[in-house]
C-alpha cells in the first residue's frame, strides 16, 4: 500500500461528489509536511459556472488560505487525476513540493501525457511526482461518468 493512499481515497469522495453536481469527477486533497490535510477541492465548473473550478485550483485556494500564505512548500497535492496545463502550472506556481496522481489523461494531461510542464528544466521550481496511486478506482469513477454522458 502506498503512503497516498489515504488521501487518494479522500480524494475519489470529492471526486464522487463533483460527479453529484454532473462535473467530471476529479477531487484533490493537500497534505502539509505532517499528513494533515489542509485543503480539499473537487471541479465545481458545472456548479459555478467557473472555467477554473479545477479540482487542484479549488484545494490550492484553500490551502493558501489555511497556511495564509501562496507558496505551499513542503506540501503534497493528491489528485485522482492527471492535471491539465492551467493545474500544472499552478502547482508550479504554489511551490508544491509533490504531486500524486492516479489515472494519466491522455486528452489533455500536463504531466507526462501530453505535455510535461510540472519537470520543465526551464522553471524556477520542480516538484517530485509519484502516479500510479490508486489508478484503476481514478480511472473506473472516469470511466463510468463519462459512459454515462456518451449514451445519453
Known amino acids: 500500500m502506498s503512503d497516498w493512499e489515504p488521501a487518494m481515497r479522500e480524494a475519489l ?44 485550483i479549488v484545494a490550492i485556494r484553500e490551502a493558501a488560505q489555511a497556511r495564509g500564505e501562496w507558496r505551499l512548500e513542503g506540501c ?11 493545474c500544472a502550472g499552478a502547482i508550479v506556481a504554489s511551490r508544491i513540493e509533490r504531486l500524486v496522481f492516479g489515472a494519466f489523461d491522455d486528452k489533455a494531461g500536463a504531466v507526462g501525457s ?3 510542464v510540472v519537470r ?4 524556477n521550481h520542480r516538484p517530485e511526482v509519484l502516479t500510479g496511486v ?18 445519453t
Open 13 to 56: 469522495i470529492l471526486a464522487e461528489a463533483a460527479q453529484a453536481d454532473a462535473d467530471v469527477p476529479v477531487g484533490a486533497v493537500i497534505c502539509d509536511p505532517q499528513g494533515v490535510v489542509i485543503g480539499r477541492g473537487r471541479n465545481t465548473r458545472e456548479r459555478d459556472g467557473d472555467p477554473t473550478g479545477h479540482a487542484e
Open 120 to 123: 520543465d528544466r526551464r522553471l
Open 76 to 86: 503534497t497535492l493528491v489528485v485522482t487525476l492527471e492535471p491539465c496545463t492551467m
Open 114 to 116: 501530453l505535455w510535461d
Open 134 to 151: 490508486l489508478v484503476e478506482e481514478s480511472a473506473a469513477l472516469l470511466r463510468r461518468f463519462f459512459d454515462g454522458h456518451r449514451s
